[in-house]
């Protein structure tokens, strides 16, 4: 099943509290002008679901344009998805604590994403979730960075940094390469309430390609696989799952780490 993780640009969503949020002129009127519609959007590129290229925080960095085609495209063995409802309140930090018990888990991973629920909040009190939000502690998008392959993050509130504290410059510069050569592309804003419990068996960004800019809107696709491989009514399908055990090697899903009922490591372990 394939299912939208963006959110749908609307004139009336949330937007970082200093920014200008998307409006639309409608330019003709079909029957009144001619024989169709026609809209001019005036569109910020960190409105709504969007990517931060390296442009963004270095002066030399890579344009959003100048991103090669793999860099929006990651199959599922490729993608983690990690659940922190502890951190889907307002003004919480993720830091590299919420990583450590899952360092095996980084294993050949292109693609991290991080599911608070805060994205509840985009609906349920707007101001909150544009104002109050989650970041991304600098200390971990440098271990990111450095310590793993990841090559894009992407989270369900609007922001790497946030409003209320002043962590947000040295947070991207340390995820889009301000500091070395590699760099970690993030997407903001997005929707991961959608995926549930199921496997992503991969993920495909659309992006909108403007020359010279620094960061822009992407249209985040997902297949969902829930591994009900033998659901054709043939009887034979009970024994074929004795045989097979566990998903076939051959398909592709992501990992799905639940941060509740992960064990926490030992005191002594702890920074």
């Known amino acids: 099943m394939f299912v939208h993780l963006s959110h749908i640009l609307d004139p009336g969503g949330p937007h970082w509290p200093s920014s200008p949020a998307l409006s639309m002129d409608q330019r003709k009127v079909l029957g009144e002008d001619g024989d169709s519609n026609d809209y001019i959007s005036h569109l910020p590129n960190h409105f709504g679901t969007h990517m931060d290229a390296p442009r ?5 960095g890579v344009t959003f344009a ?3 085609a793999e860099r929006f495209n990651f199959d599922g063995d490729e993608i983690l998805l990690l659940d922190i409802p502890d951190k889907g309140t307002q003004k919480s930090i993720v830091t590299i604590e919420d990583m450590e018990p899952y360092l095996e888990d980084f294993e050949g991973i ?3 994403l991080i599911r608070t629920g805060f994205e509840r909040y985009r609906t ?3 101001e909150v979730y544009m104002s109050e939000g989650p970041c991304l502690d600098p200390d971990l998008c440098k271990w990111l960075a450095t310590e793993t392959r990841v090559q894009c993050v992407g989270f369900d509130w609007i922001s790497v940094g946030a409003p209320w504290n002043d962590l947000g410059t040295e947070a991207h510069r340390q ?6 050569g590699n760099f970690i592309t993030a997407i903001e804003d997005l929707s991961l309430e959608p995926v549930g419990d199921a496997w992503i ?13 620094d960061s822009s809107q992407v249209s985040v696709t997902a297949f969902l696989n829930d591994f009900d491989l033998f659901d054709d009514g043939d009887d034979n399908d009970d024994h074929l799952r004795d045989d097979l055990g566990e998903a076939p090697e051959e398909a592709s899903f992501d990992r799905v780490v639940d941060t509740q009922d992960a064990p926490k490591p030992a005191a002594e372990d702890e920074p």
Do not use: C, Q, S
Request: hydrophobic share 40%.
């Open 110 to 112: 292109r693609m991290l």
């Open 175 to 180: 995820l889009l390469g301000y500091y070395r």
């Open 124 to 126: 349920e009190n707007p």
């Open 66 to 68: 100048e991103l090669p």
């Open 201 to 213: 068996d991969f993920i495909t960004l659309g992006p909108l390609r403007i020359k010279g800019i």
């Open 56 to 60: 963004h925080f270095v002066p030399d």
